[in-house]
């Protein structure tokens, strides 16, 4: 997405994170609280350019300006040796060509041997898009820069939090040939919420690594270690937005591009686009810059465990299903006498609909793993959901098919090749289902989105039917694998599928008091009816795993779908 900084006021948080461990874990914990509204004074000083900054809203606020005189900048008091960092920052508007706004942290001294992680934006003519430009140096040595246009080996010594304005006339804005017009000036940045509560302070001669690198530090907790697989999705979609990338560079290529992103390096994610106030929120979170979940970001959470017979009944097949770990978990078997299947005891108008699967492993060609949602008759006129694992032969991954069906109308499927082995162990496959919004996740990464956009018109299509919630194992041999050409193998048998999570948080069809598009159902509220910006940017990169799309499928018989003419952004 370009970025152009016009009135009114775009605002970018800064969040960072520096861990003192290694990448491991899976980064799950809730977000740390936002700052309070702290004055300037409180942790910051002015560095240079004093008369060019001015504090405002009883110095909850400083203004710093770049004129031909001279630059601005401030720092923190304090050096910290880990931590989670934030600003709200706000660029100079308009024609900025060579000017370089910043927030970073940097060591001392600031020259040859410093550690440093930067923020910086790159000013350009009127009507460009500022280019965000990150790097990162350690012992000195940076040459790692990544640039992005904005959609809306590791740092060790203690560093200040700064901020600044300064001329970059020499390489900000067309490698140096477009220089600071001073006519146009000066140049003011501005930057609020100054707190710092969350961070580890190290003073002159403290062993910084044990101190601050302690796991009884939030931020180096193990839920901070890594990426989610949504948030590593999201990543995958953000770099689209990469314009440059050291790592592309032959002659500056360090030791960690020869490893993929989060595995030990610092990486950078750019995080959920605010709306209202008109800011941008940028998070960043060094060692794999993470998205932190907050109140206002689209995240569904797992339902409690509850066991099996709460919720659901076997449907067919009932001598291969067997209840496990005190029936909060279900084994269900094909083999040549027969498949298996199980369906919720409840019918569902809207809901959130949640499930754990392990699908069956080895030599699985023709084997098809079902988690859905289905109307009652199921053939013919039935709206239907579908999460269907396409089984392969040994050494072949399986590929995740979804499909959506309106009135007993389907061929809309879709395939991907997802990140994981889903054969390996249980991962979580949910489906969110209001009057406006059709979502289907992975682990929390959105796969596939269908809007209700049937009230433009009556050649578009949305279940709308109460469903039941259903799984099973079954023979997909004429079609599932190879177009039909690898069939079971019965030899190979029998092929289980494990399920696990039988919690439904959905309303309930059948009670005559129960209004399923209520507002007043959390899922139906206004936070469940489109896409965050992040969410959407890990649907992007999850699509490039896309192996198969009804909408692009030039050999369709039918007619393609109305909803394909229009756009995917939510």
Not at 145 to 160: G, S
Not at 251 to 279: A, N
Not at 369 to 381: C, F, I, K
Request: proline residues 6%; glycine residues 10%.
């Amino acid at each position: 997405m370009a970025f152009k900084v016009q009135p009114p006021w775009l605002l970018l948080r800064f969040i960072a994170i520096l861990l003192a461990s290694t990448v491991a874990t899976v980064f799950a914990a809730a977000a740390p609280p936002s700052p309070a509204t702290v004055p300037f004074d409180d942790n910051y000083v002015a560095l240079y350019g004093a008369d060019g900054y001015h504090l405002v809203n009883q110095g909850t606020q400083i203004s710093i300006t770049m004129d031909k005189s001279s630059g601005a900048a401030f720092y923190s008091k304090l050096a910290y040796g880990s931590g989670f960092f934030r600003m709200r920052v706000k660029v100079p508007a308009g024609y900025t060509a060579g000017v370089v706004t910043a927030y970073f942290l940097g060591s001392e001294p600031m020259g040859n041997v410093r550690d440093e992680v930067d923020f910086e934006f790159l000013g350009d003519k009127d009507d460009k898009p500022i280019t965000l430009q990150t790097n990162i140096f350690v012992n000195g040595i940076g040459g790692r820069e990544e640039r992005f246009h904005l959609w809306f080996v590791y740092p060790t010594k203690p560093m200040l939090a700064r901020g600044c304005v300064w001329d970059g006339s020499d390489w900000a804005t067309d490698f140096g040939k477009t220089k600071v017009n001073w006519t146009r000036g000066p140049f003011t940045g501005e930057f609020q919420g100054f707190a710092i509560g969350d961070e580890c302070a190290s003073a002159a001669g403290e062993d910084t690594a044990a101190k601050c690198g302690s796991p009884d530090l939030w931020w180096n907790g193990d839920g901070y270690r890594s990426l989610t697989a949504a948030q590593k999705a999201a990543y995958e979609g953000v770099r689209r937005n990469l314009t440059y990338n050291y790592c592309d560079h032959k002659s500056k290529r360090k030791p960690e591009c020869r490893i993929t992103e989060c595995s030990g390096h610092i990486s950078i994610y750019v995080g959920t686009i605010k709306t209202t106030p008109p800011w941008l929120l940028v998070h960043f979170i060094a060692i794999c810059m993470l998205l932190p979940r907050q109140a206002s970001v689209f995240v569904v959470a797992p339902p409690p465990a509850t066991v099996f017979d709460d919720n659901y009944m076997a449907a067919y097949g009932g001598d291969g299903y067997h209840l496990v770990n005190q029936g909060t978990q279900i084994s269900i078997t094909m083999d040549r006498n027969s498949g298996a299947a199980f369906n919720s005891k409840l019918t569902y108008g809207s809901g959130f609909f949640h499930m754990r699967i392990k699908v069956p492993d080895g030599y699985t060609a023709g084997v098809v793993t079902a988690y859905y949602l289905a109307s009652e008759p199921a053939r013919d006129v039935q709206d239907e959901v579908d999460f269907e694992f396409l089984g392969d032969k040994d050494g072949k991954p399986i590929t995740l098919q979804t499909n959506v069906f309106v009135n007993g109308d389907g061929d809309r499927e879709q395939r991907l090749r997802l990140w994981f082995d889903p054969a390996a162990d249980f991962h979580d496959y949910s489906i969110l289902w209001n009057p406006f919004l059709l979502v289907m996740f992975v682990d929390e990464t959105p796969v596939r989105v269908l809007r209700n956009l049937t009230s433009l018109g009556p050649e578009f299509a949305f279940p709308t039917k109460p469903m039941k919630a259903r799984g099973s194992v079954w023979d997909g041999s004429d079609w599932a694998t190879d177009g039909g050409r690898s069939k079971v193998d019965w030899g190979r048998g029998p092929f289980t599928a494990g399920f696990q999570g039988f919690a439904v948080d959905a309303c309930d069809a059948g009670d005559a008091a129960a209004k399923c598009g209520s507002p007043d159902l959390w899922w139906n509220g206004d936070g469940y009816r489109r896409l965050t910006a992040a969410q959407q940017a890990a649907y992007e990169g999850v699509k490039r795993n896309m192996t198969y799309d009804y909408c692009t499928d030039k050999s369709r018989k039918k007619p393609v779908p109305a909803e394909c003419s229009v756009t995917e952004a939510v």
